[in-house]
């Protein structure tokens, strides 16, 4: 496990998009768009989805995955992580999505319809470029 570094943790605090990568059942990668958050206490990235989409259902397959971010304030400055999705769970995942729609939307309360439960990756990095 890598940390994420300290110079780079601001990207967890303003409305930084990344790009969660997972592969399908027959190997083909699949590349999501997705609002990010770290748990620095516990060295997380955390990506909040909804049970049965296609990227909950491929990390529960093969949990390796690979996230990309740009910083939205400076596109020459990103962070890439390879991991592995080592907790699936719906443990505060409601008002997780809660939070980010706070930072991505400037609302109290995560607006879209929840059609089934929120889950979140919790996503241990192993390497960080």
Known sequence: ????PTEYRDLFEKATFAHVGTLTDDGFPHITPVWIDYDAEAERLLVNT???????????????VGVSMTDPDDPYRFLSVIGEVDELTTAGAR????????????VEEYP??????RVLLRIRPDRVL
């Open 95 to 106: 008002a997780h999505i809660d939070e980010l729609a706070r930072r991505y939307m400037d």
């Open 50 to 64: 909804e049970r049965g989409r296609q990227k909950e259902r491929n990390a529960r397959a093969n949990p390796a």
């Open 1 to 4: 496990m890598v940390p994420i």
């Open 112 to 117: 879209n319809p929840i059609q089934t439960e």
